[in-house]
T-cell receptor
Framework: AQSVTQLGSHVSVSEGALVLLRCNYS??????LFWYVQYPNQGLQLLLK??????LVKGINGFEAEFKKSETSFHLTKPSAHMSDAAEYFC?????????????FGSGTRLSIRP | GAVVSQHPSWVICKSGTSVKIECRSL??????MFWYRQFPKQSLMLMAT?????????EQGVEKDKFLINHASLTLSTLTVTSAHPEDSSFYIC????????????FGPGTRLLVL
């Protein structure tokens, strides 16, 4: 079975500060990992994904994440937060090798940016 | 990138009525689509997997007779909430795999349903 745990339901940082959103996964097979962002009353937008290639993955809007198998982690970072980064962020895992693969979502982390 | 649309974006209905939500893949074919529901301040919960030309696969605990899914074409899946009740009020989101990228789901903008 696969699962995802996001540590911290709410993270608040100052504008210009480092953003770090934590995600740990559990999977019995090599996982595919994703970070999605959701703005209020909108669907999900893919930020980045890990699919067993490079362990450091760069995504849109300056975000990146590093896959660490030894720590079963896939934390999301951004060097300098912008006000527009305020949103809900979801980490997700799938098996990925089948077009019918289900995605399991974490509980989400709400990111707030202080002026 | 892949674009998935949903219609309507929001709907208000009376208790006991049925509501149909459409999910369309724009400019690409989607043999598999997924339907999720999201309660306020919660994560997405998979309701069912919609397969073109065959019956949908429902997750445990989801009433297939209440949430009817039809995937009649490669670009359209519909979710019908039958005899809706206030507890069915939620944010419903669909997703689809895009073309050769069978690794990533692309999500629609969601449909907010309010049952009075």
């Amino acid at each position: 079975a696969q699962s995802v745990t996001q540590l911290g339901s709410h993270v608040s940082v100052s504008e210009g500060a480092l953003v770090l959103l934590r995600c740990n996964y559990s999977s019995s097979v090599p996982p595919y990992l994703f970070w999605y962002v959701q703005y209020p009353n909108q669907g999900l937008q893919l930020l980045l994904k890990y699919t067993s290639a490079a362990t450091l993955v760069k995504g849109i809007n300056g975000f990146e994440a590093e896959f660490k198998k030894s720590e079963t982690s896939f934390h999301l970072t951004k060097p300098s937060a912008h006000m527009s980064d305020a949103a809900e962020y979801f980490c997700a895992v799938s098996r990925g090798y089948s077009s019918a693969s289900k995605i399991i979502f974490g509980s989400g982390t709400r990111l707030s940016i202080r002026p | 990138g892949a674009v998935v649309s949903q219609h309507p974006s929001w709907v208000i209905c009376k208790s006991g009525t049925s509501v149909k939500i459409e999910c369309r893949s724009l400019d690409f074919q989607a043999t598999t689509m997924f339907w999720y529901r999201q309660f306020p301040k919660q994560s997405l919960m998979l309701m069912a997997t919609s397969n073109e030309g065959s019956k949908a696969t429902y997750e445990q605990g989801v009433e297939k007779d209440k949430f009817l899914i039809n995937h009649a074409s490669l670009t359209l899946s519909t979710l019908t909430v039958t005899s809706a009740h206030p507890e069915d009020s939620s944010f419903y989101i669909c997703s689809a795999f895009y073309g050769l990228d069978q690794e990533t789901q692309y999500f629609g903008p969601g449909t907010r349903l309010l049952v009075l």
